[in-house]
């Protein structure tokens, strides 16, 4: 089956610390995944996909193949970084449906 | 560009009442999706129409049914709500298109539901 884990509910660091968010897939193809962040009031939105390998506000996520995981990562953690973050990827013939993962909800300290 | 709006943003229920969750996007986006979210539980989809005219379950369809009226808007229907479907809903949309597989979904501000 299908699934998106995201093993912590809460992660709390201080200002300036790296930050690594972790998600793990299983998935029997060649997965298509994405990070979603949601900060506080706001509307979901993409934060980065796999497939353009781009660096947005500093985050930076690798697909590992091996070890079937896409882990959210950044050198130097701030503030306005605090938020709820999804991890998901696209169900194979789907027409495009997303598997969440259950969320980690970041803190940044400052 | 209004990009995807929802109505209502928030919505108290008695159990047994039915209500309409309006969902419209004008980005001329082919796929449209509800889904709900709830603590612990992240967001899971209950119904999506990969194009207009048409719709299909996703993994927590029971209770709902949906209309896409057409391209720009997609409603979520509650015909007996009940106290579990107290929830977060929101709404997406996506371009999406098949032989990429892959796609951005934009996410409308959410409707805030509470059954009594």
């Known amino acids: 089956a299908q699934r998106v884990t995201q093993p912590e509910k809460l992660l709390s660091v201080f200002k300036g610390a790296p930050v690594e968010l972790k998600c793990n897939y299983s998935y029997s193809g060649s997965p298509e995944l994405f990070w979603y962040v949601q900060y506080s009031r706001q509307r979901l939105q993409l934060l980065l996909r796999?497939?353009s390998r781009e660096s947005i506000k500093g985050f930076t996520a690798d697909l590992n193949k091996g070890e079937t995981s896409f882990h959210l990562k950044k050198p130097f953690a701030q503030e306005e970084d605090s938020a709820m973050y999804y991890c998901a990827l696209i169900r194979a013939g789907s027409q495009g449906n997303l598997i969440f993962g259950k969320g980690t909800k970041l803190s940044v300290k400052p | 560009n209004a990009g995807v709006t929802q109505t209502p943003k928030f919505q108290v229920l008695k159990t047994g009442q039915s209500m309409t969750l309006q969902c419209a996007q004008d980005?001329?986006?082919?796929?449209m999706y509800w889904y709900r979210q709830d603590p612990g539980m992240g967001l899971r989809l209950i119904y999506y129409?990969?194009?207009?005219?048409?719709?299909d379950k996703g993994e927590v369809p029971n209770g709902y049914n949906v209309s896409r009226l057409n391209k720009r808007e997609f409603s979520l229907r509650l015909e007996s709500a009940a106290p579990s479907q107290t929830s977060v809903y929101f709404c997406?949309?996506?371009?999406?298109?098949?032989?990429?597989?892959?796609?951005?979904?934009?996410f409308g501000p959410g409707t805030r539901l509470t059954v009594l």
């Open positions: 980005m001329n986006h082919n796929s």
């Open positions: 796999h497939i």
């Open positions: 129409s990969a194009s207009e005219g048409t719709t």
């Open positions: 997406a949309s996506s371009l999406y298109r098949t032989a990429e597989n892959t796609d951005t979904q934009y």
